[in-house]
């Protein structure tokens, strides 16, 4: 029997890789699998990027000369003239039996509150799980909108609902003594129910616990006469500055209304007008979308190429009053569509549209191109047109020998 040659073997084996190469290549270029994305309503904009100094019209408060200041105050907290915005203790230990015998106080009126809805009610078990769904919901949303106050409050009423069903369905649960602890425990702090002194204000406003030293960097009177020289010399001492040491326990910001200002080139925003309103995004405070009203600016004069864009803003929160050198988004002009990859515009005929995947077979539909970018299309959407796109669609954004009828299995 004659042995068979290893070289032949090799040779063979070489000849099957290669052929085995080429169909898989072969295949690769013909069969492309198919990639879709459905239809859905989307809104683009055109958009001018720029950066805006915030002013707003704010005075801080000094901390005491001496002892222990503490807020009274949360951000956001409106104070009258007169009202106390901080107390003031003689030490650290005293600062902390108040902050103590009031969180015990808190948690004492919490559960006498509830011994007293206990006492006597005929809830069902069903009721209180209902409850306890509801308040469960209640406490995502808080959650999710930010507010500490109002996730708190939610998590007190999910805890309530826990505890009453506890109790309904017969668990030991000694609230009596539990009531009996924390006022044995707020008796030891009693002696620190009070401060020293306070510290009160002169003017009316919206207390904020952030201060970064450019609260008078420009004057709030005169902010909209800003010249482009001032008002980027302002952006740029903000920008090349670091947070300043300072004695200040917090700002009152005393009037709701406010400046955003920038630089813009007149020819980014000629559709713009003094007086109109347009939406700014806030591009380091998780896209926050806020709408101004323009003062001045828009309107320019011939041969004009820079203008100082002066916005205003009545929206005020603790996020807010801790702008001030922003990178923002100018939102010229909205439009509305059906958004998909540039590569999934097809022209058949004489016709523009996109090709939707239905049922395993391939419908082109109509488009009409109503804003275009480097790698997207705009697409305008008519519910009345019967040849084109309908919303949920499943457009074709990938797949080779694309043709109105075909079917894909």
């Known amino acids: 029997m004659k042995k068979i040659r290893i070289d032949n073997i090799l040779m063979v084996i070489a000849i099957v890789l290669i052929f085995s190469y080429i169909a898989y290549e072969t295949y690769s270029v013909t069969h492309i699998d ?45 104070v009258n003239v007169g009202g106390n915005v901080a107390m003031v203790f003689s030490s650290q230990e ?18 006498e509150g509830l011994e007293a809805q206990t006492l006597g009610q005929s809830a069902s078990v069903e009721s209180i799980n209902a409850e306890i769904d509801t308040d469960i919901d209640s406490y995502i949303r808080a959650v999710y909108g930010g ?41 030891q702090y009693a002696a620190s129910a009070s401060p020293d002194s306070y510290i009160s204000t002169d003017v009316s406003g919206v207390f904020s616990s952030y201060t970064d030293g450019f609260e008078n960097l420009v004057d709030y009177e ?4 800003l010249t482009e020289e001032q008002l980027l010399s302002a952006i740029d001492t903000v920008r090349n500055t670091k947070e300043k040491d300072n004695n200040y326990l917090g700002k009152l910001v005393t009037s709701y209304a406010w400046y955003l200002e920038c630089v813009v080139n007149t020819e980014d925003i000629k ?51 801790s702008l001030r050198a922003e990178d923002i ?52 959407y008519d519910e009345e047109n019967q040849k084109g796109i309908r919303l949920y669609d499943q457009i074709i954004t990938q797949g080779k020998g694309l043709e109105d009828g075909k079917v894909f299995t």
Not at 94 to 107: I, M, P, R, T
Not at 222 to 225: G, H, Y
Not at 336 to 357: F, N, T
């Open 147 to 187: 507010k500490s106050a109002s996730v708190e409050a939610a998590g007190d009423k999910v805890n309530d609902g826990i505890l009453r069903r506890q109790m309904l369905i017969g668990e030991s649960v000694d609230l009596l003594s539990i009531i009996q602890e924390l006022r044995t425990q707020s008796e």
């Open 329 to 380: 988004e100018i939102r010229v002009k909205s439009y509305e569509g059906i958004k998909v990859p540039a590569a999934a515009l097809h022209v058949s005929g004489d016709q523009k549209g996109v090709y939707a995947l239905i049922s395993s077979q391939v419908h082109f539909r109509e488009a009409e191109v109503i804003y275009s970018a480097d790698d997207y299309v705009l697409l305008k």
């Open 94 to 111: 005293a600062a902390s039996g108040y902050s103590k015998y009031h969180e015990l106080q808190s948690q004492l009126a919490y559960y």
């Open 34 to 78: 198919l990639k879709t994305e459905t239809a859905v309503i989307s809104t683009v904009y055109d958009k001018v990027d720029a950066t805006a100094l915030v002013i707003r019209d704010e005075h801080t408060v000094n901390k005491a000369g001496s002892g222990i200041t503490v807020p009274c105050l949360a951000d956001g907290d409106k």
């Open 222 to 225: 005169t902010a909209p006469e």
């Open 271 to 321: 559709d713009l007008r003094n007086g109109g309103k347009v939406q700014i995004a806030l591009k380091d405070s998780d896209d926050t979308v806020i709408t101004v009203q323009i003062v001045s600016g828009a309107e320019t004069t011939l041969g004009q190429e820079r203008t100082v864009l002066v916005m205003k803003c009545s929206n005020l929160d603790s996020k807010i009053s």
